[in-house]
Antibody
Framework: QVHLVQSGSELKRPGASVKVSCKAS????????INWLRQAPGQGFEWMGW????????TYAQGFTGRFVFSLDTSVSTAFLQISSLKAADTAVYYC???????????WGQGTRVTVSS | SYELTQPPSVSVSPGQTARITCSGD??????AYWYQQKPGQAPVLVIY???ERPTGIPERFSGSSSGTIVTLTISGVQAEDEADYYC???????????????????FGGGTRLTVL
């Protein structure tokens, strides 16, 4: 079965960094791009961008440049999202999702809750 | 910036038909996608490319498109269909300077489906 399994919840102080992992299983990791999305409390989804799992080339959506970094470790079929200089406004559930061509986001991770609070 | 507009809420009785709309200026040119999200869970894709249903999604879920409005229809609504539903599409405006023609994904604000 195809799965994306994300790392657990994080509680961070403002100004700190966090790294969220997204481990794929059940398919060839480098075949499909991984996208990252954010859902603030009680809100809808913001698309943060994606990473080409074949080349490692990241693309960031407007509003997610500078403090946000997408990376990979293809040896363990895992994608990472790192956020630096955390702010209270970064408090959200972060999701990774597999882009399956025109089907778009057919498989999602379970989400990682990041809480930024002093 | 490009926006997709959904009604905040829709309510239906069990067995009735629920219709959730999503409007956007680029929808005549771009496919729409629909996701179901239950509390505390990740979204599940229920419709892709306007009308296609992924494997495992019940036949009561269908999608349609007409001009700038796409519609998710749930026929014979069941209690388990109570959830938030989000539409998604690509922003085909010229405001994004992308040399590799990357899609820019936009989501509607979501519609809470209540089964009375």
């Amino acid at each position: 079965q195809v799965h994306l399994v994300q790392s657990g919840s994080e509680l961070k102080r403002p100004g700190a960094s966090v790294k969220v992992s997204c481990k794929a299983s059940g398919y060839t990791f480098t075949t499909y791009a991984i996208n990252w999305l954010r859902q603030a409390p009680g809100q809808g989804f913001e698309w943060m961008g994606w990473i080409n799992t074949n080349t490692g080339n990241p693309t960031y959506a407007q509003g997610f440049t500078g403090r946000f970094v997408f990376s990979l470790d293809t040896s363990v079929s895992t994608a990472f999202l790192q956020i630096s200089s955390l702010k209270a406004a970064d408090t959200a559930v972060y999701y990774c999702a597999r882009r399956n061509g025109d089907v778009t986001f057919d498989i999602w991770g379970q989400g990682t809750r990041v809480t930024v609070s002093s | 910036s490009y926006e997709l507009t959904q009604p905040p809420s829709v309510s239906v009785s069990p067995g009735q038909t629920a219709r959730i709309t999503c409007s956007g200026d680029s929808l005549p040119k771009q496919y729409a996608y629909w996701y179901q999200q239950k509390p505390g869970q990740a979204p599940v894709l229920v419709i892709y490319k306007d009308t296609e249903r992924p494997t495992g999604i019940p036949e009561r879920f269908s999608g349609s498109s007409s001009g700038t409005i796409v519609t998710l229809t749930i026929s014979g609504v069941q209690a388990e269909d109570e959830a938030d539903y989000y539409c998604q599409s690509a922003d085909s405006s010229d405001s994004w300077d992308s040399s590799d023609n990357t899609d820019i994904w936009v989501f509607g604000g979501g519609t809470r489906l209540t089964v009375l």
